[in-house]
């Protein structure tokens, strides 16, 4: 019995030592930017350096934008499969899928290659096309939690609900079936968040002032920044993580069945 | 005219059709239950009067006007549904506000209509509970009182007490009848339950295969069921197949060669002009017939029959009792606290008055136009025959 609950422990101490040493070395080594001595040195120039704040402050818009927009664009789709057309569910699927079949190496010079006349003629022009590729990044989750949600509430009985009440395509989807997807939505969004901060090849070819270029170049040319800036982002995925669970509070229990 | 009228509608799915040409004419402040075994077309029917799905053929009018292709949001129907309809991400008030709001009631207006509207469904203290805070049937009636806060011309409930516990089924179908009558709202009701059917509805719409099979009020569709589909869906009924022959029924036309003559294969039923010789099945409802003791007086006028116990079923109140007479069964009901008497295997005697019973005439597939009297006359046996089919419409 005894010997039983060793080994779980043993092993979820050994995933959580993977797991945990790697992340304690680095913040140790961020630490050791003055000599003989731990300190927050690196982390001030980090923060110091404009180009941290303002590649930050771009990659941080643009994955608003394409959060915004991925909303706009997956979840009356989503609806619609649900509630129409099932038997498109399949075809839709393998559609969000492409990012993961399509490397973003060959995607962006295809946007390169059909936009260079066009769009990529404008400052404006690389920042929307940067936008719209980090939009198919994020199809293959932010469908899926939306997706998952979806399967969550009675979307045909609610719709037509609403229906028999007055309520038009515009109401139904904004006040009846987006409400009710808070926490998909923001799942969807974190994750949408959590790619566009880390992506480096597509804002890099499509030079754009991004927050991935930015680590890459400084870990390039610093020693003790780069892990600076790890534990950095790594702090602001937890944050992003514990905002996804305090706004979606609640919402997971309104969707339970009846006392 | 009539305010709810339902004109030849058909509804296919592809191949498959759902809804036969159905006609219908529904009076104001009427209580119709739809009721049908799974599959039959009901709910397709209400679906199609509330606009969500659109009819292959044939119209729907309200009020003299065609509404056949108005979208649901524009035919001011209330709908409840089987399933807890409400959105989950609002109080039971904001559930029943949500049609006022669209209809841009002022503020005022819509807290007094929905404070009404929970006091007609008794939920006065639950309007700021979410629905996980609410049972089923609390649930089903705030579903209610949303579908009536709005006002709606027809009130449409899709099987609504089918998820809820017995008890509460019949707490709620009671409130729901009441709450009709006290607005005088004209309402459809789906059901398979025939006893919610019969007790609440002004008029019942037997449905089976995309057809109505019988239309009338709970008393003339339990009492005088006009085919014998209506007569096995509603009650439990004993269908004794047979030829009708001088105004007398004859049973067991499937061998008739050497018992011919006894007295108990002729049925004295109610009077019919059918020609002699149709073949027939007589309908006698369980508790219409009488188990004779030794010492009862033999009724005058009645079918008197033979059989032995082969089966009984305790229901509560009473026991049912089935009866091999010659080569079919019949269902007896008895009182639970005088089964006692009837054990299996005992063979007794039975009665039922003429007036009990009711002739269908049972119709005969054109492939086989000399069946009847051949089986009749005892020429072919049932085996070789072409199965009768019952003339159901």
């Known amino acids: ?259 | 005219m009539s305010y709810l009228q339902l004109h030849h509608l058909q509804k296919a799915y592809g191949t498959v059709t759902a809804v036969h040409d159905i006609s219908l004419d529904i009076e104001p402040g009427e209580f119709i239950a739809l009721l049908g075994p799974s599959g039959c077309g009901k709910t397709t029917i209400l679906r199609m009067i509330a606009g969500f799905e659109k009819p292959t053929q044939g119209a729907i009018l309200l009020e003299g006007r065609d509404i056949t292709r108005l979208p649901p949001s524009r035919r001011d129907m209330g709908m409840v549904f089987q399933s807890y309809s409400l959105f989950p991400h609002m109080t039971a008030a904001q559930n029943i506000a949500f049609g006022l709001r669209l209809k841009k009631l002022p503020t005022a207006q819509q807290r007094s209509r929905v404070q009404t509207m929970l006091e007609l469904v008794g939920l006065e203290q639950m309007g700021d509970r979410f629905p996980h805070q609410l049972s089923g049937g609390q649930q089903q009636r705030v579903a209610l009182a949303r579908a009536l806060a709005i006002a709606p011309r027809v009130l449409l409930l899709d099987e609504p007490l089918s998820a809820l516990d017995a008890r509460v089924r019949v707490q709620l179908r009671n409130e729901i009848r009441r709450i009709q009558q006290q607005l005088n709202i004209t309402t459809l009701f789906v059901t398979h339950d025939q006893e919610e059917a019969l007790s609440v509805s002004d008029r019942v719409v037997v449905m089976s295969q995309g057809h109505i099979e019988q239309a009338g009020t709970p008393e003339e569709i339990y009492l005088t069921p006009s085919t014998p589909f209506t007569a096995s869906f509603i009650g439990a009924m004993n269908q004794i197949p047979g030829q009708w022959h001088q105004g007398r029924v004859r049973v067991q036309p499937k061998a008739p060669s050497t018992q011919d003559d006894r007295p108990e294969e002729w049925l004295q039923v109610q009077p019919t002009d059918l020609p002699d010789g149709t073949l027939v099945i007589v309908l006698v409802r369980p508790e219409s017939i009488q188990i004779l003791n030794e010492e009862s007086a033999q009724p005058l006028n009645a079918n008197l029959l033979s059989g032995l116990i082969a089966s009984r079923l305790f229901l509560g109140s009473v026991v049912r009792l089935s009866l091999l007479i010659g080569d079919f069964y019949l269902k007896v009901d008895v009182p639970t606290d005088r089964a006692d008497h009837h054990q299996l295997g005992q063979v007794v005697r039975l009665a039922f008055a003429a007036e009990q019973c009711r002739i269908l005439p049972v119709e005969v597939e054109p492939t086989a136009p000399d069946v009847p009297s051949a089986i009749a006359d005892g020429a072919i046996s049932d085996s070789d025959a072409k199965r009768p089919t019952y003339r159901d419409r």
């Open chain 1, 1 to 259: 019995m005894t010997q039983n609950r060793v080994w779980p422990w043993l092993w979820i101490a050994i995933g959580g030592a993977y797991f945990v040493i790697p992340l304690v070395a680095t913040f140790i080594f961020s630490l050791k930017a003055e000599r003989d001595t731990l300190g927050f040195l690196a982390y001030s120039n980090v923060f110091d350096d404009p180009n941290f704040l303002n590649s930050f402050t771009f990659s941080m818009m643009v994955a608003l934008v394409a959060i915004a927009l991925s909303w706009l664009l997956v979840v009356p789709t989503v609806y619609w499969v649900h509630y129409r057309m099932p038997r498109l569910r399949f075809v839709v699927e393998l559609m969000t899928l492409m990012p993961f079949v399509v490397p973003a190496v060959v995607l962006v010079f295809g946007l390169i290659r059909t936009y260079n006349t066009t769009l990529l003629n404008s400052r404006q022009g690389g920042w929307v096309l940067l936008t719209a590729a980090y939009i198919i990044l994020s199809f293959p989750y932010m469908y899926r939690s939306v997706d998952t949600g979806m399967r969550a509430i009675d979307v045909r009985t609610l719709t037509e609900a609403a229906q028999s009440m007055g309520a038009n395509w515009q109401t139904i989807i904004f006040r009846v079936i987006f409400p009710n997807l808070r926490v998909s939505l923001l799942n969807g969004a974190f994750l949408t968040f959590a790619i566009v901060m880390g992506e480096f090849t597509i804002a890099a070819l499509l030079a754009q002032p991004a927050f991935g270029p930015y680590m890459n170049l400084l870990s390039s040319s610093r020693i003790y920044e780069p892990s600076a800036l790890a534990i950095i982002s790594f702090a602001l995925t937890w944050g992003a993580i514990a905002l996804v669970q305090f706004l979606g509070r609640g919402n997971a229990q309104n969707l339970s069945g009846p006392r």
